[in-house]
C-alpha cells in the first residue's frame, strides 16, 4: 500500500475536506482518505488498481488540483 500527502490549496472549510474525501473513496483501491483543514493537505492510502496519476486526475476534475 502506499501514502500519498498532498497540499490542496483550495481547502477553506470542512465540506472541501468532505468533498475530497468522498470522491476519492470512490476509487477503487483508495484505502483512506484524510484532509487536514489547517494545513490545506490531504492523506490517501491507496494500492492498485488506483494510482497516483488517478488521484491527482480525480482532484483537478473536482476543482481541487494538488500544488
Known amino acids: 500500500m502506499e501514502k500519498l500527502t498532498l497540499s490542496i490549496p483550495k481547502i477553506s472549510c470542512g465540506h472541501c475536506t468532505r468533498t475530497i ?4 473513496k470512490e476509487l477503487d483501491g483508495v ?3 484524510a484532509g487536514d483543514i489547517l494545513q490545506k493537505k490531504v492523506t490517501v492510502e491507496f494500492q492498485a488498481p488506483v494510482t497516483k496519476d488517478k488521484i ?6 473536482i476543482n481541487y488540483p494538488a500544488a
Open 21 to 24: 474525501e468522498n470522491e476519492l
Open 31 to 33: 484505502q483512506s482518505v
Open 56 to 61: 491527482l486526475a480525480t482532484l483537478k476534475e
